[in-house]
Nanobody, 128 residues
């Protein structure tokens, strides 16, 4: 069992930046690949980014590529999502998630069904 707790999101102006964090507790953090997903009102939850257990590989949705960066600190059992150049369409509830996997995250499918553990979600609003 893995428990995930996300940091508070917030209100950001277009073009601004925000960093989310997600603290994990429970089983060995390094056994898990970590993902970020988001869900906007009236839409399905969608994949945003993922990072391998060693932080050796990352993958991103096309919509955030070049603007968002996933990272992790295994000593702190924490994963991060740095969001830059935010747009109004980035407004959503953001979730971190974990899946037991120690390979390259570039080699697997990232859907809500393939992740086993979820945080509670945190609201990010991009608006002027």
């Amino acid at each position: 069992q893995v428990q995930l707790v996300e940091s508070r999101g917030g209100l950001v102006q277009p073009g601004g930046s925000l960093r989310l964090s997600c603290a994990a507790s429970g089983r060995a953090f390094t056994n898990y690949a970590m993902g970020w997903f988001r869900q906007a009102p009236g839409k399905e939850r969608e994949f945003v980014a993922a990072i391998s257990w060693s932080a050796g590989t990352t993958v991103y949705a096309d919509s955030v590529k070049g603007r968002f960066t996933a990272s992790r600190d295994n000593a702190k059992n924490t994963v991060y999502l740095q969001m830059n150049s935010l747009k109004p369409e980035d407004t959503a509830v953001y979730y971190c998630a974990a899946r037991a996997y120690r390979g390259s995250v570039g080699m697997i499918v990232h859907t809500t069904e393939t992740y086993s553990y979820w945080g509670q979600g945190t609201q990010v609003t991009v608006s002027s």
